[in-house]
């Protein structure tokens, strides 16, 4: 293997192992830029996953992702945890924007070896830009930091799925997002198992909060539930955003449902944090308590082995032209109606049987992953 730089794969697998941090950078840029070996890197570090406990952060461009990110990874920090965050949003890079100018603290971040950041670059990811940020968030897992935060801008599918990746989800809306709730997009409200107000410096925080407590109350039903059946004198209907509030108090209910509590920061000042962290350790007892964790993870396992495939079969069918070739050959005759786009299809996938059981290992390494 050559696809590593001058360092070949075993010795890279080793430095990653002794945790140098160069070949930590060094292995998310072949997972970031598919080099050849990304697949073999991957395959190497996949029985060391799992130890870390990843948090997604999603939310609007500008909403405070970064810095609440940069908030509570001092705050791990402060207990002692490591923490590597990958973070996917072209309109603020993690180098850039508020985090410029606050020059003590990046230069903190920068010198500590127990926080590392990658943003990753949004174009041109081959694989998909949700297969790379998984990849290397598992990257940052294998190296051993004990929390993995994944930054994401809460717009269009593959963030959603990014965010399904982790095993906390966190959706941070502001203020300004209040009259975008009622369209925001399903997905956002149902993949949050936590959600932060942030900005509660600015007007408008209480009520936001106070929204999204009475649809999270009238989407989980809680009017209802909340109600404890054997006290009948007690029936008063329940104002949904109170019976949300009540219950994200205690979370994790006896029923095994997890309730996502609103809570309110100002990533700004740090305000909310402390919070924020005991609300993630609350959750993380719940996944593991319940059982959801395993779950979640074998879900993410399966859904992984899936994708591969499908991104195999594509491109295996695809990959040298010869198919496409075929295709057009029979588009005479699909046109006249003696042939169906069925049976073209059938006789194509017959034609290419071969190609798609080929090993992976019997191919070059430049048609790897198209
Ligand atoms: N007023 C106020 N501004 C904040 C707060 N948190 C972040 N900001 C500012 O909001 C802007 C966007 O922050 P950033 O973390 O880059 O947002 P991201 O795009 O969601 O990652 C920056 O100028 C921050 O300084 C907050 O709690 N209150
Ligand atoms: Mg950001």
New binding site residues.
């Given amino acids: 293997m050559t696809g590593a730089g001058e360092t070949t794969l075993p010795t890279l697998v080793a430095e990653f192992t002794a945790r140098k941090p160069a070949a930590l950078a060094r292995a998310l840029s072949i997972i970031e830029n598919h080099r050849a070996d990304c697949d073999a890197l991957l395959a190497a570090l996949h029985p060391r996953l799992g130890r870390a406990r990843r948090v997604g952060i999603t939310?609007p461009?500008?909403?405070?992702?970064?810095?609440?990110a940069m908030r509570l990874a001092a705050r791990w920090r402060s207990d002692g945890l490591t923490v590597g965050i990958v973070a996917v949003?072209p309109?603020?890079p993690f180098t850039g924007?508020?985090l410029l100018g606050d020059r003590i603290r990046m230069e903190a971040v920068a010198l500590d070896p127990g926080i590392f950041i990658r943003s990753m670059a949004t174009r041109g990811a081959l694989g998909g830009l949700a297969a790379t940020t998984r990849e290397a968030a598992d990257v940052l897992d294998a190296y051993g930091f004990d929390r993995v935060l994944i930054?994401t801008v809460g717009v269009g599918q593959s963030e959603l799925d990014i965010a399904r990746t982790a095993d906390t989800s966190v959706v941070?809306l502001v203020p300004e997002s209040g009259d975008s709730i009622q369209t925001m997009k399903a997905g956002l409200m149902e993949i949050a198992d936590l959600f932060v107000v942030?900005?509660?410096?600015?007007p408008g925080a209480d009520r936001l909060r106070q929204e999204l407590e009475l649809m999270l109350g009238l989407r989980l039903g809680l009017v209802y539930k909340n109600v404890p059946s054997h006290h009948r004198v007690d029936l008063r209907p329940l104002n949904p955003a109170r019976a949300a509030r009540r219950a994200a108090a205690e979370p994790a209910d006896a029923g095994g449902r997890w309730t996502p509590p609103v809570l309110a920061?100002?990533?700004?000042?740090g305000e909310g944090i402390d919070a924020l962290a005991s609300a993630l350790d609350a959750h993380f007892d719940y996944l593991g308590r319940s059982g959801a964790l395993r779950v979640r993870r074998r879900q993410r396992l399966r859904e992984r082995v899936v994708d591969a495939a499908e991104r195999r079969v594509r491109s295996r069918l695809w990959e040298n032209g010869a198919m496409q070739t075929w295709l057009e050959s029979q588009l005479d005759a699909l046109e006249a109606g003696a042939l169906t786009p069925l049976a073209v299809a059938e006789a194509l996938l017959a034609r290419s049987a071969a190609r798609l059981a080929e090993s992976s290992t019997e191919r070059s390494p430049d048609d790897h992953r198209s």
């Fill in positions: 939310g461009p500008g909403a405070g992702k970064s810095t609440l949003d309109t603020s924007g508020a930054e941070v942030n900005k509660a410096d600015r920061a100002v990533a700004a000042t």
